[in-house]
């Protein structure tokens, strides 16, 4: 009886916070640059959206203790047999885009394509949340203001850029379109590559490829290099001795799964061997993973691993990432 006469009223609290909050944003926005017409025409459409506060509610803390689950069962769901045979049938439908991104970028064709596909199936659900008012409601929630803040305003200069306000929507998180991007990587790096002179990470696949070369590009992808190779690990190999003791100030817990840095020489010398396929070149550095522990498939991981955990860290997602790539250009 309690709980169901206070529900409203705290629905009500809510609403009125959040009301209270947008004053402040409003002058953020307008300190920021955003056009008085574009303040005017968003802010009076804005409510507080409970749910997508909940869903960042549900999000496991980054720095707790829980048991990692294991990666083959992931991999197996999500290098899954349609989600290969539809990246082949866009890797072939899309090959001339394809290969004039390559070619400017250096970002293999297989790899954009796996990208397309692992968020958002090729385009196939990209999300229906308002952005504006998801990014809005988290940035008042406050457990992440100020990347909420900014995402929020990055998404009004959407606006001002000439971005219809009906193609905000995404996931609960905030990020849109094709390659799913957050609104400040929309600004920094959707290109138009169809020449109709609007970067449309919505409908065109030309300007979804583009901006995810884009994306890799600036995070430092190096051409030539493959993302990892799978390998087997010989019985009774020194881990303790490849262990790297460095922390990463970014998602630690991602990276503290990697040993140290050796070449693929190096590797090669200690017994490390590749699945299938010959060694990629033995200069190239990379740190080893076994993320289903001692007796499985192992993974060595270059620099250009690094890049699609810059897209999203984690080492599920990058490692199937780099095994639809794989499957897609097999
Ligand atoms: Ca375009």
């Not at 809510?14 to 004053?23: C, P, R, T």
């Not at 958002?120 to 988290?138: C, E, M, Q």
């Not at 990276?255 to 050796?262: N, Q, T």
């Amino acid at each position: 009886m309690c709980l169901l006469l206070s529900a409203p009223s705290a629905m009500a609290q809510d609403e009125s916070g959040f009301q209270a909050y947008l004053s402040g944003l409003r002058s953020s926005a307008i300190a920021a640059g955003v056009r008085p017409a574009t303040i005017a025409s968003v802010f009076p459409t804005l409510s507080y959206n409970q749910r997508v506060v909940d869903l960042d509610r549900q999000q496991p803390e980054q720095n707790n203790n829980s048991a990692i689950p294991m990666f083959a069962p992931y991999r197996t769901q999500h290098v899954d047999a349609a989600r290969i045979r539809r990246g082949r049938a866009t890797y072939q439908e899309q090959r001339s885009r394809l290969a004039r991104v390559e070619a400017q970028t250096g970002v293999p064709e297989e790899i954009m394509v796996a990208i397309w596909g692992h968020e958002t199936n090729y385009g196939s659900y990209t999300g229906n949340f308002d952005l504006l008012r998801s990014l809005a409601s988290l940035a008042y929630e406050g457990r992440r203001r100020s990347l909420f803040q900014g995402e929020f305003i990055a998404a009004l200069k959407m606006i001002d850029r000439g971005v219809p306000r009906s193609r905000l929507v995404g996931s609960w998180a905030g990020a849109t379109g094709n390659p799913q991007f957050l609104p400040s990587a929309y600004l920094r790096l959707a290109r138009d590559a169809d020449g109709d002179g609007f970067a449309d990470i919505w409908g065109s696949a030309a300007d979804t490829l583009a901006s995810i070369g884009n994306y890799f590009t600036q995070a430092g992808w190096r051409a030539g290099e493959p993302w990892g190779v799978a390998v087997d690990v010989p019985a009774g190999f020194d881990r303790v001795a490849v262990t790297n003791r460095l922390v990463s100030p970014r998602c630690p817990r991602v990276f503290a799964r990697h040993s140290g840095w050796r070449t693929m020489a190096e590797w090669r010398a200690l017994g490390i061997a590749p699945q299938r396929g010959s060694w990629p070149r033995d200069t190239i550095q990379a740190v080893m993973i076994e993320p289903d522990g001692p007796g499985r498939t192992a993974y060595l991981l270059t620099g250009n691993y690094r890049v699609i955990l810059d897209y999203n860290c984690s080492n599920f997602y990058a490692l199937s990432v780099g095994l639809l790539a794989d499957e897609i250009a097999r």
